[in-house]
């Protein structure tokens, strides 16, 4: 069986295209869905983008991202991970 691709046109505003920066991410989740908050803690701290999306399709993300990273220390070499800032920023854990 022949599969094709299928192309998806996906519109999107000027300002959009430039990205945000975010150095910092807050995730929670209630049964239902995940939030993820991504903020610039430069000073003043702000949320730049906040993402909402199901559990099911979490995992994908999260499936891709590790392909992503892979595919991306193979070619230019091993990424460690950024240590936990020791400091906080003022925001409070939910509970």
Not at 82 to 91: D, K, L, N, Q, R
């Amino acid at each position: 069986m022949d599969q094709q691709q299928k192309q998806v046109q996906i519109k999107a505003k000027d300002d959009d295209l430039k990205g945000v920066y975010a150095n910092l991410m807050i995730v929670s989740h209630t049964k239902e869905e995940f939030c993820l908050d991504f903020i610039n803690t430069f000073s003043p701290p702000i949320l730049t983008a906040r993402v909402l999306t199901s559990p099911a399709h979490l995992k994908r993300m999260i499936q891709a991202l590790e392909a992503n990273m892979k595919k991306y220390e193979e070619e230019f070499g091993v990424v460690e991970a950024a240590e936990t800032p020791e400091e906080s920023i003022g925001f409070q854990p939910q509970k």
